[in-house]
């Protein structure tokens, strides 16, 4: 082999065992370094009083779906043609409904309705006369000022939002909304 055949093979072998090294290295990297301190882990029963944690109530999946069909029923019973979103205490969507017949748009609508009434606590026919003194909280992403959004409340806190969107008017869809939150309290 002449000079320059094994500086050419030498540079190959040293970049294939570089790459092998660094492959080594960078899977290792993500465990932890011998000697560092574990991630910390917090007590509930340990902390100052119990200060550092909250607990939340949740709407369950069998709730929600209650309530959406109990919405959706008092529509049928109307001959209005729906689409009924249960959001829950953060605005994501726990369930949605959309009757035979519901306009397209109707499903969006519904969803930021709810996640409108879950936001503020408040119904969004409420929420409509704010507009007035706050004409830009229209422009919050996600929501929608119109009636037709109830929170759904537990222990006086927002745990979710039923959102009713298809109706000829926000009082319809509102007195459906409600419909399905006075199927929770049952």
């Known amino acids: 082999?002449?000079?320059?055949?094994?500086?050419?093979?030498g540079t190959a072998l040293a970049l294939a065992l570089g790459a092998g090294t660094f492959g080594a290295v960078s899977a290792s990297a993500s465990a932890?370094?011998?000697?560092?301190p574990a991630a910390a882990s917090?007590?509930?029963d340990g902390n100052a009083n119990g200060k550092n944690f909250t607990t939340t109530t949740h709407l369950t999946i069998d709730a929600a779906s209650r309530a959406a069909q109990a919405a959706l029923d008092a529509a049928q019973k109307e001959n209005q043609k729906v689409t009924v979103a249960v959001v829950d205490r953060n605005g994501n969507t726990i369930v949605t409904l959309r009757g035979d017949g519901a306009g397209p748009q109707s499903?969006?609508?519904a969803e930021r309705k709810a996640f409108t009434a879950v936001s503020w606590n408040a119904p969004t026919s409420v929420l409509v006369g704010r507009l007035?003194?706050?004409p830009n909280l229209k422009d919050i992403p996600g929501t929608l000022f119109l009636g037709g959004g109830v929170p759904v409340q537990a222990d006086g806190a927002p745990v979710a939002g039923i959102g009713v969107a298809g109706a000829p008017s926000g009082d319809?869809?509102?007195k459906f909304a409600k419909a399905g939150a006075d199927e929770l309290a049952k």
């Not at 082999?1 to 093979?9: E, K």
């Not at 932890?32 to 560092?36: D, E, I, L, S």
């Open 107 to 109: 499903y969006e609508s």
């Open 172 to 174: 319809l869809d509102e």
């Open 1 to 9: 082999m002449n000079t320059r055949t094994r500086v050419l093979t």
């Open 32 to 36: 932890a370094p011998a000697g560092a």
């Open 42 to 44: 917090a007590k509930k």
């Open 132 to 134: 007035a003194q706050a």
